[in-house]
């Protein structure tokens, strides 16, 4: 009997969180032969829709993205991908406890031996973000209780988890290189912390694949607007094109050592 493949899950917010924030990390697990699947909380649908001039109408949206989540997930070689309908924008006023029983339900049937999911601020503060990175830690820890809610499958152990962290030096380039974005980042609640190399529990270097991330990006057609943007930081900020970097939630939470693969101690 051949052993299963490794797992790796994402529990993001937004159907394009796992492509633009770390679709370099999943390709090149993908290609390693990890299985990989994502849960986006939201359909997104109180986002970008679509060229100005040919808008997707609102209430079609949430379903456009979750479309184009499953086009980008093949592009990047992912077993599967699910969008929630938690109301996006207000993820963070949605029943907990509706959330966290959803997630469970999800990873006992996927089974990851690794989970990412959204650093304490949200990578850059999006309210949506900040809410899903603890919904996601409490169903990591439940999803592991054998007698905590049994008729949601059987209890699985999550080995290790990590949380999508920008350095500070993106932060930085951004605020250069995109004022608009800068702007819109200084009227969310919660701002980034600045992170430094010394915190981070894993980076991983994704030039080998940037050019199949930036092609499951192109798969978001409705977020023009922000692939626009993107395309205009490429070589100035990290995650676009060179690296992606987490902080480590457990085990021995942060860092040091500095990891740089999500999967080390996990490997049989
Ligand atoms: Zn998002």
Known sequence: MPERPLRLATILSHPDDETFGIGGTLIKYTDAGVECHS????????????????????????????????????RMGIASTTCFTYPDGKLAAAPAADVVRDIIRWLRAKRPDVVITWGPDGGYGHPDHVATGPLAMRAVELAGVARHEPDLGEHVHVRRCYQVVAPAEAFDRLREQAPDFAAYMDTLEVKPRRWTREELGAVIDISAVADRKWNAMKAHRSQQQDLDRLERLRGTIGFVEREETFIRAFPDPGGPPLETDLFAGVKR
Do not use: K, M, V, Y
């Open 39 to 74: 849960l986006s909380l939201t359909q997104g649908e109180a986002g970008n829709n679509g060229d100005p001039a040919h808008p997707i109408p609102r209430e079609r949206l949430g379903a456009a993205r979750a479309a184009e989540l499953a086009e980008a997930g093949r």
